[in-house]
């Protein structure tokens, strides 16, 4: 758990600074941050490779999970970037950080845990929250909002894949296939409409995927080394260094309810944690 915790606290500082660059890069299509947020990790995850003598690409019986997570982890980023693009730093990663009830729900689903009664009204508190940081209503916010929560979705798809994938694949292995998969998805569309952003925004650009790379290392070395719904809490740490990324580079300030709905969250996430101990020992 001290290594897991220690590779959380990099993950949550390196994915809210690529929050800001991707919000800095805002003359790029959503596409072309997708790419360039994966390319950097793929360079890591290949020289690493490299350097390790083996091949990321060798046969396995696992492949169509690791391609299943990388589709996952895909899908988790695209919504988070439409996200980014419209609503707060603070209230994207808040929407995105309802994963861990995903990861508690798949979990019971893919993983064999069991399933605690308590658990009902922490995801209700959790939607709860959502809700009060979404605010439906009839307007341009409503989208980016239900896209944000999507992300959520996929993100805690995936990061259960990966304590799935824990003794079938290492981390790099993992890492490559999921970087892999999203640079290949989205270079056609890069080409077919290439981005021409300043030189601040390319900077920003490429920001984007050095941070990203910090973020999935550490989130990926942090689920390999603890349970799935033991870990899963302390992504919540993305969440500060969002709001402080964000007040300070953006001059953002959540609103009252969204900030009420983040304590609501947050209380569910660390309820959560606390229910599950029995669970998290069989993962």
């Known amino acids: 758990m001290g290594r ?16 800001a660059m991707v919000k800095y890069a805002t003359d790029a299509p959503v596409t072309a941050k997708v790419f360039f947020r994966n390319l950097v990790t793929l360079g ?13 690409l060798a046969p ?24 980014l693009g419209r609503l707060t730093l603070a209230d994207a990663s808040l929407l995105n950080k309802t994963s861990p009830f995903f ?6 689903l893919i993983l064999g845990e069991p399933f605690r009664r308590g658990m009902v009204p922490v995801l209700l508190t959790a939607f709860a929250g959502a809700l009060l940081i979404i605010k439906p209503g009839f307007n ?26 824990k003794g079938r694949a290492e981390p790099n292995v993992i890492i490559f296939h999921f970087s892999l998969v999203s640079t290949l998805a989205t270079l ?13 925004q390319w900077l920003a650009l490429i920001g984007t995927g050095v941070f990203a790379a910090g973020g999935q290392y550490g989130l990926t070395f942090a689920y390999h080394h ?8 302390f992504t919540y740490l993305h969440v500060l260094f969002a709001v402080a990324v964000g007040l300070v580079l953006f001059g953002e300030r959540p609103d ?6 983040g304590v609501l969250i947050i209380a569910a996430g660390v309820a959560t944690h606390r229910l599950r101990p029995l669970a998290a020992g069989k993962a």
Do not use: E
């Open 44 to 56: 890591i995850t290949s020289l690493a490779a490299w350097r390790g003598g083996y091949n990321p």
């Open 103 to 108: 990861v508690v729900l798949f979990a019971v």
């Open 188 to 200: 056609p569309f890069l080409i077919a409409a290439p981005p021409h952003p300043d030189r601040a």
């Open 140 to 165: 341009y916010q409503l989208l980016p909002a239900l896209a944000g929560l999507a992300s959520g979705v996929f993100a805690g798809l995936a990061y259960t894949l990966v304590r799935k994938l």
């Open 60 to 83: 396995t019986p696992h492949r169509g999970l690791l391609l299943l997570r990388a589709l996952c982890g895909l899908g988790g980023v695209l919504f988070y970037f439409v996200a």
């Open 256 to 261: 009252i309810w969204s900030i009420l709905g």
């Open 4 to 19: 897991a915790m220690a590779w959380m606290v990099l993950s949550g500082a390196s994915f809210a600074l690529m929050g």
């Open 226 to 233: 603890a349970p799935a719904s033991r870990i899963s809490i």
